[in-house]
């Protein structure tokens, strides 16, 4: 995977996001949003959005709406957003702090 020379404007009246929404290209085409330090979604080479990241903020949003209209898709909002379902990503970081909780005690 690796980082496109892209710069996503907001689609708001915000004037940048200064470097917190990045896109990534993965080896079969698939293009991921970073938001921070978590991709939060993609769309594939045939169009279709994914949603990986099940949390939900208004910059995040701001982000995706962002993302959306650069892919040319249609959608956005927090109602929107939460009707999509989340699915795994194989780049997301996923801790479990279960062994920590077990060493604790």
Known sequence: MKEMNVRL??????????GKAT???DDDGTVY???????????TPDGKFHRLWGGYS???MRHVNSFLAYCGLTGGGAAWWRKQETEEC?????????????YIA
């Open 9 to 18: 404007y907001p689609v708001d009246s915000r004037k940048s996001f200064y």
């Open 23 to 25: 896109l990534y290209r």
């Open 33 to 43: 949003l970073k938001s921070y330090e978590t991709f939060v979604c993609s769309m």
């Open 58 to 60: 208004a910059t995040t």
């Open 90 to 102: 194989k780049y997301n970081r996923n801790f479990n702090y279960g062994w920590m909780l077990a």
